[in-house]
Each structure stands twice: as structure tokens, then as C-alpha cells.
């Protein structure tokens, strides 16, 4: 787009690139700090000639950019501040590619085909749905207590909470997203979620979760963190369920529990667990990863509904017996099969999302 001068900046050529990637090498640390400064006023000066900044939801970003003894004496005053728009400009990019990486709104834009401006919109949301800015004070200030690597894995988790949030926003939205709407939409129950998450969490899922929390214990990661890190894997799909709550009525609480119910009963775990071991060495294999994925998340929440109408678990699988079997018996196939590729992945979702189609609704 004509941001960089590579000589100038002393960045690798194209050709330099392709030896590296050859070798197995990749960019230096000043190479990187270099691509993130760019990121980060291409960010500004796309945001900035936007109406984004003027989003109220946004003065927070303003006031926070002062000393608190400036904010109680002249809170009244910041809002005329000729710098304004600047500051809250700056200082939401800068978290942004901080706390999201400097691929993070290139790839989510080319998933999504939705600007920049719009990713960071939802963005805003994300970060504030799963409390994200809290977790990552959390995490850096345990920096003396346990191995980089675990610290880095942490904060990778929070990274890809917030982006699967994101993406979900924005499939499920028109643009503009109206960020104050949806954390209030959202923000209560996801929180409320977490907390009960293991009053609901069912079968393997669970015990995954809880394996993942004592391993974190036993690397030293405190034990309010440990608990809470463990369940940033699966709180992308708690907008389903507030979403279905709010559709269908029923409590929160009783939608996540048959949710995770019916990801046993589907045996979705392989499906969960063969996408997420899937290649993503290029866009297009993360971009088909990331459609199984929503189109797995799409047929769960869809199972999910269709029990609530039922009325139980117990009653819609004696009434769907025939179409489980079947699904079941294409599973086992595939899974002995030893090719869980996009092929095959795609074919077990067509065949979980036949289940549904072939539930009967009694008129609903």
C-alpha cells in the first residue's frame, strides 16, 4: 500500500523472505518492531478519518490517557480537548496491535471482507466482552513467577479469545456494530458464565478444562488465574448460548448446560479437536479452518434450540435415535479413515447438520 520503503527501513526483499522461510527462519525482533510501528500508524490514520473515535463509548480511552489527579480536577474539560479525537485514536490502535498482534486486523479483514475501521469496532467490543484488558494485567504481573513460555502461552490464549469473539461479532452483525449495545448484551452473562462454567460443563469438555487448569497449576500460574485461563479456550461459544438464551427465553445457565449435554450426546469433541489440529501455514487453510469451525459452533447451537423446543435431552434423542446412529457410524468411519482433512471434516459436519434437519419439530 506504499507505507514502506524496505531499503530504507532495512527490511528483508521478497527474495530474502522466500530464503528465510526456506531455511526456517522468519523476521528479527527489530524487523518485527519496525512492522508493528507501521501497523500502528496505518491503524491511526485509517481509524482516525473515521466517526469511530467520536463513539461515546469510547471517552473512557480519553480520560484514561491523563494522570487520575487531571481526571478529577478537569474531567469536565477533556472533552474539548483539541487532541481529542488523537488521543483515543492512539491509544485504542496501539492496544490493539499490542494485544492482537500486527496481523490481526489484515487477516480479519480478509476473512470477513469488513474494513478495518468495522474490525476495530468490533474489537472494542470483544475486548471489553471477555474482560480481556484485566486477564492481561493479570498475566504480566505474574512475569517472576513462572517460565516465559507459559506467560507467552497465556497471553497467545487471550489473543485468540479475543479474535474468535470478533469474528463471531461480526458474522452475526450488520455493520456498524453499535459496541455499547453489545457488551451490554453481552458482557453480564459471558462474566456470569465463567463463573458458573463448571456447573455446566459436561463430559469430556470438563474434564479437558480441568486437566488444563491443574496443568497450569503445577507451572505455577496462580490459582484464580489458572481456573480462569482454562476456560478462555470455549468462551467464543457463550455468545451463542446468551444469544439462544435471549431467543428462545430459558435461563443462561440451563442453555450452556444442554449446550455442552449435546456436544456429548454428538460426540462433537473429535470434530473440536481435529479442526484445531488443522495446518494453517497459509490464509487460505486458516480461513478454512476457521469456517469449520463457525459452521461446527452454527449446528451445536442449532441442536441446542431444537432440544429446548423438545424439552429435554433425554426426550429429543429417544425421538432422534435413528438420525444419532447414523451420524454416529459416519464418525466412526472417518475417524478410522486417518484422514481428518478439510474433505472429511466437511462431511461430518454436513452429516451433524442433517441430524438437525431431520428432527422432528412438531410445527415449530
Known amino acids: ?20 522461510r526456506t531455511s526456517g527462519g522468519g523476521l528479527t525482533a527489530p524487523e518485527f518492531a519496525v512492522l508493528m510501528a ?5 491503524n491511526i490514520d485509517v481509524v482516525g478519518r473515521s466517526n469511530l473515535p467520536d463513539e461515546p463509548v469510547l471517552r473512557r480511552e480519553l480520560a484514561q490517557y491523563f494522570p487520575v489527579p487531571l481526571r478529577e480536577r478537569f474531567d469536565h474539560l477533556l472533552d474539548g480537548h483539541p487532541l481529542r479525537c488523537e488521543i483515543i485514536t492512539t491509544r485504542l490502535c496501539n492496544q490493539m496491535v499490542n494485544m492482537s498482534g500486527i496481523t490481526f486486523d489484515h487477516r480479519i479483514t480478509e476473512e470477513t471482507g469488513i474494513d ?3 474490525v476495530t469496532r468490533a474489537w472494542v467490543a470483544a475486548r471489553d466482552i471477555v474482560d480481556a484488558e484485566a486477564a492481561w494485567d493479570e498475566i504480566e504481573s505474574i512475569q517472576s ?12 490464549e487471550v489473543r485468540q479469545m479475543i479474535e474468535r469473539t470478533v469474528l463471531w461479532l461480526l458474522r452475526h452483525g450488520r455493520p456498524p456494530l453499535d459496541i455499547a449495545a453489545a457488551v451490554v448484551e453481552f458482557r453480564e452473562p459471558v462474566q456470569r458464565l465463567a463463573s458458573g462454567l463448571d456447573d455446566v460443563l459436561t463430559g469430556r469438555m470438563r474434564d479437558l478444562t480441568f486437566a488444563r487448569e491443574a496443568g497450569r497449576l503445577a507451572a505455577g500460574v496462580p490459582e484464580r488465574l489458572a481456573q480462569r485461563s482454562s476456560q478462555w479456550p470455549v468462551v467464543h461459544t457463550f455468545l451463542d448460548i446468551v444469544r439462544l438464551a435471549g431467543r428462545t427465553g430459558a435461563p443462561v445457565a440451563a442453555v450452556a448446560r444442554t449446550y455442552w449435554e449435546m456436544f456429548e450426546v454428538v460426540d462433537a469433541g473429535w470434530v473440536w479437536d481435529a479442526i484445531g489440529s488443522m495446518p494453517r ?6 480461513q478454512a479452518r476457521s469456517a469449520l469451525r463457525d459452521d461446527l459452533l452454527a449446528v451445536l447451537a442449532d441442536l441446542t434450540e431444537d432440544v429446548l423446543g423438545v424439552g429435554s435431552v433425554d426426550a429429543w434423542t429417544a425421538r432422534n435415535e435413528r438420525s444419532l446412529t447414523r451420524a454416529a457410524g459416519l464418525a466412526a468411519e472417518l475417524r478410522r479413515s486417518d484422514a481428518l482433512e478439510l474433505t472429511t471434516l466437511t462431511v461430518a459436519l454436513r452429516q451433524l447438520r442433517n441430524v438437525v434437519l431431520s428432527s422432528p419439530h412438531d410445527g415449530r
Open 145 to 156: 513467577a513462572v517460565r516465559a513460555d507459559v506467560q507467552i502461552e497465556l497471553l497467545l
Open 281 to 286: 501455514s497459509d490464509r487460505w487453510q486458516t
Open 1 to 20: 500500500e506504499g507505507w514502506i520503503d524496505r531499503a530504507l527501513e532495512d527490511l528483508p526483499s521478497e527474495k530474502q523472505i522466500v530464503e528465510r
Open 38 to 42: 507501521y501497523t500502528k500508524t496505518s
Open 116 to 118: 478495518v475501521v468495522e
